[in-house]
């Protein structure tokens, strides 16, 4: 039996195990794998245009019936600057050269657009059962209008003021993002990393400070983890990483190799992919450019200059400009099929807590 069942409650899956949305790792696929394994099954929404997050949501509802959650970014958009995207470019400007590309040849600009009224219509016609969001929430107004459509609403918090604010704020369930994380660091009231908690030393703060259920994330990637989660108080788990193997994701076979050869010290956090602090496999750019530079452009303007170098790399095999992002538990990352992985750490938690009950 699960020690809480406010989240089992809550979103009316089997298990209180939500897979992490992983923008650019995975789609509609690995929702589904998930959603019949017994978990929460969620749709990172940051990358795509509101009619693919439509399509992806109806192929979603075509074989399963489970609950599904819509994942947004909300950062505030800050404009290009052409001075500062210069300036990185004559920064990257020797990969450039390297790999034989023009450097003066137009660039699409990266997209990541925050959650807006035409994402908004798509939720209040799709009608998920639960939005999440990363990067604090939405502006008021929008917020009311994906409530009101029905959706229960999480997002990251990555140190206790900022879970205090999603309490009072508007949101339903908090997730406590520890440091040990795959990809953005949700953060949103502060931007100093090095002052992020690790999950073991946030979870249980966040707990005490919010009357809300607390989902952790971070580093938990097998039974022990999920019942240590459920020890400090968080009444669910939310899984990236241990995902990111399953046959059903949609990480490139080179990115593949990259995870199944991780250690424990294998990740850091960077800005210079996006221009945000991220976690992920150190790739070459990161540990000759970063993994932290002053010169990388506001998200998520940093990962515009390095698109061409990532697609020059990627023809010859090399992940070297490509976002590997995961986290500090990438080791225990298993190649399993993801239904069957969800039914393995639901039963693996279960059996670790009775053993230690008993
Ligand atoms: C490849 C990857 C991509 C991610 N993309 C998103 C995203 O689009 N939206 C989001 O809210 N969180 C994203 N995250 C962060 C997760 O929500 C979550 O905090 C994290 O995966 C939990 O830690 P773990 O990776 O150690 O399990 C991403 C994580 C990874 C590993």
Redesign the pocket.
């Known amino acids: 039996m699960w020690p809480d069942r406010r989240i089992i409650d809550l979103f009316k899956t089997e298990f209180p195990i939500v897979l ?6 995975m789609d509609a696929e690995l929702v589904i794998a998930v959603a019949q394994g017994g978990a929460l099954g969620s749709l ?1 929404c ?2 795509l245009p509101a009619e693919k997050a439509r399509e992806q949501i109806n192929i979603i509802r075509q074989r399963v019936t489970a609950p599904v959650n819509m ?1 947004f ?1 909300c950062h505030t958009p800050v404009e290009a600057d052409a001075a500062r995207e210069a300036g990185w470019k004559a920064r990257l400007s020797t990969y450039y050269k390297e790999h034989g590309i023009d450097s003066a040849a137009p660039i699409n600009a990266a997209n990541r657009a925050p959650f807006d009224a035409a994402m908004c219509e798509v939720v209040e016609e799709l009608k998920p059962e639960i939005v ?3 990067f604090g929430l939405p502006d008021p107004a929008l917020l009311r209008r994906v409530k009101a459509a029905g959706a229960i609403v999480m997002s ?1 918090a990555t140190i206790v003021k900022e879970a205090i604010w999603l309490e009072e704020n508007g949101a339903d369930v908090i ?1 406590a ?2 440091a ?5 660091r ?1 953060m949103f009231l502060t931007d100093n990393i090095a002052e992020q908690p690790g999950t073991f030393a946030l979870v249980p703060q966040v707990v005490d400070a919010v009357k809300l259920p607390v989902i952790a ?5 097998d039974g022990r983890g999920i019942a240590a989660a459920f020890a400090l108080g968080a009444a669910g788990v ?5 995902y ?1 193997r399953c046959p059903e994701s949609k990480v490139s076979a080179p990115a593949r190799v990259a995870l199944a050869q991780a250690k424990d010290d294998t990740t850091v956090i960077t800005n210079v992919m996006t221009g945000r602090p991220a ?2 496999v150190g790739n070459r750019v990161m540990r000759e450019v970063g993994p932290i530079s002053p010169d990388a452009p506001a998200f998520p303007h940093a990962a515009t200059a390095l698109a061409p170098l990532k697609a020059a790399a990627e023809k010859l095999g090399k992940v070297d400009f490509t ?1 590997l ?5 990438v080791r225990m990352g298993r190649e399993m099929p993801a239904a069957e992985l969800t039914r393995a750490l639901a039963g693996a938690a279960l059996a670790r807590m009775s053993k230690l009950a008993g």
Not at 180 to 184: F, K
Not at 217 to 221: E, K, L, T, V, Y
């Open positions: 992490a949305p992983m923008a650019g790792a990172p940051a990358l994942n970014f999440s969001f990363h990251s997730i993002q520890g040990e994380a795959g990809g953005h949700g994330a971070g580093g938990i990637a939310q899984i990236g990483t241990a990111l976690r992920g976002n992002w995961a986290g500090q538990a």
